[in-house]
């Protein structure tokens, strides 16, 4: 499995045989380079309701046919702008033909710019190909994340530490505590000043106090599982 950041929230996953997106927030997405149409997942993975994650979602999956992967209530919104997907919730896992996928808690908000209710906000565990990736997407530390650490063994997490909005580096650390992955890659941050945040000293501080290794990418950057 590779795995590009693609800024702020966003990655695209390189599996065996296809491409997965994560909150494809691209075009309006002030700190990538990358452009929404060079991209034609098989699916796309959406945590919430917000804007800075469902971004792209509809030009993608209406160019490439890419199905999404999101709550009940994000797939019957998309459906209704013509966006195929398959309707999930917290706790629930499903057998994909790329791999399993199964949708965590996050503590957090979910609705639509318009207002729509999203239905709860969540974090996905990803396993492909024998390896497993976790983003909590938007969320607050909480101490149910060491759970996931022991039903999983995560290879990689995706961590917010933008604060504000999110986890800052502080409860970022302690998460990783929890959550006990081999590696670490810092995301949500210095997209806007609001969530400006030092990677460099998260990164020391997780190696100095964890096991885990912590990878920081910039936008562009990859790293393979
Ligand atoms: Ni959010
Ligand atoms: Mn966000």
């Known amino acids: 499995m590779q795995l590009t950041y693609l800024g702020h929230s966003a990655v695209s996953l390189e599996l065996t045989q296809q491409q997965l997106l994560i909150a494809p927030f691209i075009s309006a997405n002030p700190a990538t380079e990358a452009n929404p149409d060079d991209f034609s997942p098989s699916h796309i993975i959406i ?19 890419a199905t999404l992967i999101s709550t009940f209530e994000i797939v019957n919104y998309a459906a209704k702008n013509g966006v195929n997907g398959h309707g999930m919730n917290i706790g629930g896992g499903f057998d994909f033909d790329f791999g399993r996928v199964t949708f965590t808690p996050a503590w957090h908000s979910s609705a639509f710019p318009d207002g729509t209710y999203g239905g709860m906000p969540m974090g996905v565990v990803i396993e492909s190909g024998g390896k497993t990736l976790y983003h909590a997407g938007d969320t607050a530390l909480f101490s149910d994340m060491k759970l996931i650490g022991s039903k999983w063994s995560i290879d990689v997490a995706l961590l917010p530490i933008g604060d504000n909005f999110t986890m800052g580096p ?16 810092p995301v949500h941050y210095n997209t806007f000043d609001l969530i400006a945040q030092d990677a460099q000293a998260f990164k020391a501080n997780v190696e100095a106090n964890t096991s885990a290794s912590c990878v920081v990418l910039e936008p562009g950057q990859t790293h393979n599982l």
């Open 47 to 65: 945590t919430h309701a917000h804007g800075d994650h469902y971004g792209d979602t509809e030009s993608i999956a209406t160019r490439c046919g």
């Open 170 to 185: 502080d409860d970022a650390l302690a998460a990783v505590s929890l959550l006990k992955p081999k590696v670490v890659i």
